[in-house]
Each structure stands twice: as structure tokens, then as C-alpha cells.
């Protein structure tokens, strides 16, 4: 990557202890990295720690809708929900974005 390609990095968190992680390091990306796209695909057991515990970043949250409707759960207007987070996930590899599970 040159110095001068954006940073575009999707981290994977599909249990509440990869959440904790991928925030921690989606906050420390940011500091050093402001104009960085990130997004934080969250599923499993990951999207009912994600609803319980809201974070200052969550707007770069998307959580997977086949757990929220697999567990009778509803996201609130101020977090994204994708299809289903493998699909999201291998098309933004497709798209060039770097994957990192937390």
C-alpha cells in the first residue's frame, strides 16, 4: 500500500470478546488514521453484546441482520444492518478492503 492509498479495513467480530478488541483497535486506527474507512461487521454472539453495550463508533457498527432476525432482535435506526455478514464481508474483499478478525 502506498502512502497515499486510503486505508479501508473491515474487522470481523462474531463473539463479545472480539467486539471489545475490534473497538479498541477501530479506535486506535482512527487516531492515527483519520480519513481511514473502517467498518466493524459484527454477527453471532457479537450483535446481542453489540445492542447491550452501545460505543461512541458504532456508527461504523454494521451487524448482521440473519442474527438480529435469528434472535428476535431489532437494531436501532443509528446502526446499520447487512443481509448477512459472510455475504457483506466477501464483498468488500472483492471491493479491495482489507479483513481483520478481531
Not at 45 to 74: K, S
Not at 86 to 97: D, E, H, M, P, S
Request: aromatic residues 2%; positive net charge.
Amino acid at each position: 500500500m502506498s502512502a497515499t492509498a486510503p486505508v479501508r479495513l473491515l474487522i470481523h467480530a462474531p463473539t463479545p470478546g472480539a467486539l471489545e478488541r475490534a473497538r479498541r483497535n477501530l479506535a486506535n486506527l482512527l487516531k492515527v488514521a483519520p480519513d481511514a474507512e473502517v467498518e466493524l461487521v459484527a454477527n453471532a454472539t457479537a450483535v446481542a453484546a453489540a445492542l447491550e453495550h452501545p460505543h461512541p463508533l458504532d456508527a461504523h457498527l454494521r451487524l448482521c441482520r440473519n442474527t438480529l432476525e435469528n434472535n428476535a432482535l431489532t437494531a436501532p435506526p443509528h446502526i446499520a444492518a447487512v443481509p448477512a455478514a459472510v455475504l457483506y464481508i466477501a464483498q468488500r474483499q472483492a471491493q479491495g478492503w482489507a479483513y481483520m478478525r478481531a
